[in-house]
């Protein structure tokens, strides 16, 4: 097994890190993975926010749920899909590039773009022994986000990511089983063996989170995800995504 490799399945969330700040080259050469990812048909449709300011990080901890690590970390990037450089470029060049721009298929490219982008910056970071946690919670209130980045239309937050030296390591939380995520030829067609790896996997969950937390809480990977899901969260999105001027026809 390879040093990549070896760095990939090593991977966990750090939510603590030491009071030191990555140098410009570190910053750079994260961003300079992320550019290296796969894009397609060339659009590079992100962005990638490097935030220093104190007060910003600090708002924007509170922004995501008061999450102490995005105000405190070696530096805070925000990873934006982006096809507002796509508009200016229709008006250089004189072509209409509206309709395009407004479906749903350029906002899933936008989408992908990001995440792979992203995480080409992680497995960076990571081998350079640094710790990453990705900031979902930016859409808690991107309106705000918005605003104290100066992002304009057809520009879309869409998490952050703390990075810096780790002060805790965490133990590895267990993925789903191999042949549960994993299928050949066509989708895993016998429930009976589906629900049976969901069960054992449920009983792994538990037995982590109980060994973790001395006993404070053991629930299963199934319950974790009904209860989250049987809640409506961030259900402002189709809206603020509109009016963003993205994913319109």
């Not at 048909?41 to 749920?65: C, H, M, N, P, R």
């Not at 939380?173 to 995520?181: A, D, I, T, Y």
């Not at 402002?236 to 001027?245: A, G, L």
Request: glycine content about 4%; hydrophobic content about 35%.
């Amino acid at each position: 097994m390879n040093d990549v490799i070896e760095t990939i399945l090593n991977h966990r969330s750090i939510r603590h890190f030491e009071d030191k700040p990555l140098t410009d080259q570190q910053i750079k050469t994260i961003v300079s993975c992320a550019q290296a990812a796969a894009t397609s048909s060339f659009i590079q449709a992100y962005s990638i926010i490097g935030v220093k300011d104190y007060e910003k990080k600090k708002k924007l901890a509170e922004l995501t749920g008061n999450q102490v690590y995005v105000e405190k970390n070696g530096h805070f990037f925000v990873f934006c899909a982006d096809l507002y450089r796509h508009t200016l470029i229709g008006e250089k060049e004189e072509k209409d590039v509206s309709a395009s721009l407004e479906s749903t298929e350029k906002f899933m490219v936008a989408l992908i773009d990001t995440s792979l982008a992203a995480q080409n910056a992680v497995i960076a970071a990571e081998s350079m022994g640094l710790g990453i946690c990705y900031i979902g919670g930016l859409r808690n209130n991107l309106g705000e986000v918005k605003k104290l980045l100066n992002i304009p239309d057809r520009v879309i937050p869409l998490f952050g990511l703390a990075v810096g030296y780790p002060a805790h390591i965490t133990d590895k939380k267990p993925r789903l089983p191999f042949e549960h995520v994993y299928h050949v030829d066509e989708y895993e067609p016998n429930l009976e063996r589906f629900y049976s790896q969901l069960e054992n996997y449920d009983q792994l969950i538990a037995s982590y989170y109980e060994t973790r937390t001395n006993g404070q809480r053991k629930d299963r990977w199934s319950e974790q995800m009904a209860n989250m899901l049987s809640k409506q969260t961030r259900m402002y999105m189709k809206e603020f995504i509109q009016k963003n001027k993205l994913d319109i026809r």
